[in-house]
């Protein structure tokens, strides 16, 4: 993304999500089974016979006695063939369930910044982007790696004054060159909490804190290019003034007149 001479560089769009490979799950007739479908052949293994009800070798009645006691037998591997074909589905990550907490185990999830319950999907999708390995190196993956995890943020790159491309009167600070190291991230709806005399402890409770916000800004603090420094600001909106009939108001020079919304 181009640089603007006057203003930082502000990230809202999330990269695309990632593509996953579309693999067939295992399936043959012992997938998941009926009664029924295992009957016919649990009955052919029986002796021949009259002893066993199947006189001068006919086949046994599904409405004999002893069909009706084997149907009983079979319907435990009606479970097990359904049991097995449905481990054999959690063999790929996409399609985890009941071993998505051996799968989070062998990847190091879920990730230790966040304190409170996840979704299923959301867990899900942070295993797929662990077993990928993608990468997340622009703005725009840090706002779709935020986006998986419930947090819409927004990006502001600080930009130093350069002589020749800066603008006068612009964000471009001339402050130390460190502050290029910094990003800012903003949180849309934090909720922030400040300590109040008479009801917060001193020692136990902070002077300033985004609450949740500050989940995600330890994942992207731990993401982060490692000679970047993310920190968190509010997140703030901003509205055009317009006339009643909706007309934009504007300077004397054409530039549009906004107000900083809470």
């Excluded at 006695?65 to 097990?80: K, Q």
């Excluded at 968190?232 to 919304?261: F, K, M, Q, S």
């Amino acid at each position: 993304m181009a640089r603007s001479s006057a203003f930082n560089t502000i990230t809202r769009d999330p990269a695309a999500a990632s593509g996953t490979v579309s693999v067939a799950a295992p399936f043959d007739a012992l997938a998941a089974p009926a009664n029924d479908d295992l009957i016919s052949s649990a009955l052919t293994m029986l002796p021949q016979g009259s002893a066993w009800g199947t006189p001068d070798g006919e086949a046994m009645p599904l409405t004999h006695v002893l069909a009706r006691f084997v149907r009983v037998l079979v319907d435990g591997f009606v479970w097990l063939y359904a049991r097995a074909f449905g481990l054999t589905r959690e063999a790929i990550s996409r399609g985890a369930s009941e071993l998505l907490p051996e799968w989070e185990a062998d990847y190091g999830l879920p990730e230790a910044c966040f304190t409170g319950e996840m979704t299923t999907a959301q867990r899900l999708v942070a295993l797929g982007r662990k077993v990928r390995a993608d990468a997340v190196n622009t703005p725009a993956d840090f706002i779709r790696l935020a986006l998986d995890y419930g947090f819409e943020i927004e990006i502001e790159e600080p930009a130093l004054f350069q002589c020749g491309f800066s603008e006068c009167g612009g964000k471009h600070t001339v402050g130390s060159y460190i502050e290029e190291t910094y990003w800012i991230v903003r949180v849309r709806d934090a909720g922030i909490s400040y300590f109040e005399c008479g009801a917060s402890e001193c020692g136990y409770d902070p002077l300033f804190s985004l609450g949740a916000a500050e989940e995600i800004l330890c994942m992207l603090r731990k993401m982060a290019p490692a000679w970047t420094l993310p920190v968190l600001e509010p997140w703030i909106n901003y509205a055009r003034l317009v006339t009643e009939e909706g007309r934009p108001i504007v300077t004397e020079y054409g530039n549009h007149i906004t107000v900083a919304l809470p």
